[in-house]
Each structure stands twice: as structure tokens, then as C-alpha cells.
């Protein structure tokens, strides 16, 4: 193992801290967060001013449409099928939904909360892959579902995108992740990090 590549942990026996040494490592990590936060962020602005990408302006969050409609209603594969339906247009589903992205966003390119953004992303990201059920290769009307991968798609890729953020401490480079883990409150919670 080289210097740079030698891995330093530092701390107290309840408080034990891992960092690398390659700078190189910490800015990667750090492209990571902001890159996965910005796909959060995106996302969450699109669906509020209908930006024409995924949303049109007819059916944004301020023209009255809902954010979540588009994705639950047509959901047509799985065991929970009926139940994403259900929730579809919802208004507790929606805000609950919208203010995810945004909060998701925001702590992943500011680098602060990411323990608390990467348990809510992998929430949020585990109930839409299940809403597309990767598993059936069929909908239940017997057509093709279009999953091409029965196990691994880009909703764990981003779940496990911002755990790995939050492990290594990613807020620390390129963000605020140092001034708020030394805030009180984020001190004496530490699931706040």
C-alpha cells in the first residue's frame, strides 16, 4: 500500500473518522455529490416550472398539474401496481415527493445532511424501482415492460451514489460539510452529518 493510498482513521473509540489521503479520491466523491444532486435538483425544478424535459409547462407543479401523475399513473407492472396508482396525484404524495427532491438536492450539492439525504434518496429510490418492477419483463397487459436489467437500474445506482457520499465524508470537499458538522445540533446527533 503507498502513502497516498494508505487510509488514516482518526478519533475517539465512539467517534472513529476514515479519510483517504488522495486528494484525488475526495474530489471524485465530491463530483459524484454535487453530479447526483444536481440530477435531484434538476428533477425537482422541472417538475415545479414545467421546463419541457420530462415535464411540460402545461402540467408543472405551479400550473397545477401534479408531480407525481405522470410516473404512478401509468405505472403497469408489479405486485404493487394498484397501490402506486392509488397514490397517484395524491397531494400528500406529491409534496412529500417534491419536497424530497428539492431537500435531496440541495444537501447533496451543498454537502451538508448527506446521512439523513442518502436514507431518503434510497427510500425514494427503492419505492420507484418497485413502482417500475425491474423484475417482470412484461406489463400487465402483456406487453414489453422495458427493463433491460432485472436487479440493478439508475434509481440504485443513485441511492448507493449518495451512501457512498455520505460514508466518505463527501460534504467535506467542495461543500459546507465541515462548517455543519461543527454546528451544535449536528454535533450532538451525528445521523444529521
Aim: net charge neutral.
Amino acid at each position: 500500500m503507498s502513502v497516498r493510498d494508505r487510509i488514516t482513521l482518526t478519533g475517539t473509540e465512539n467517534n472513529i473518522e476514515a479519510t483517504t489521503a488522495s486528494p484525488w479520491a475526495a474530489r471524485s466523491l465530491a463530483v459524484l455529490r454535487i453530479a447526483t444532486g444536481l440530477i435531484f435538483l434538476w428533477a425537482f425544478a422541472d417538475k415545479l416550472f414545467g421546463l419541457g424535459y420530462a415535464t411540460p409547462a402545461e402540467r408543472a407543479w405551479l400550473n397545477g398539474g401534479s408531480p407525481t401523475q405522470g410516473f404512478l399513473g401509468h405505472v403497469s407492472v408489479g405486485p404493487f401496481e394498484s397501490t402506486f396508482q392509488s397514490w397517484a396525484g395524491a397531494a400528500w404524495a406529491d409534496w412529500l415527493f417534491m419536497l424530497g427532491l428539492g431537500a435531496i438536492g440541495i444537501a447533496a450539492i451543498a454537502g451538508i445532511g448527506l446521512r439523513l439525504a442518502a436514507g431518503s434518496a434510497t427510500v425514494m429510490m427503492l419505492l420507484m424501482w418497485a413502482a417500475e418492477w425491474p423484475l417482470d419483463q412484461t406489463t400487465s397487459a402483456g406487453e414489453p415492460s422495458g427493463s433491460n436489467n432485472p436487479l440493478v437500474d439508475y434509481h440504485l445506482i443513485y441511492a448507493i451514489a449518495l451512501i457512498a457520499c455520505a460514508a466518505a465524508y463527501a460534504g467535506r470537499t467542495w461543500g459546507l460539510g465541515r462548517i455543519w458538522e461543527k454546528l451544535p445540533i449536528v454535533n450532538s446527533n451525528p445521523w444529521l452529518k
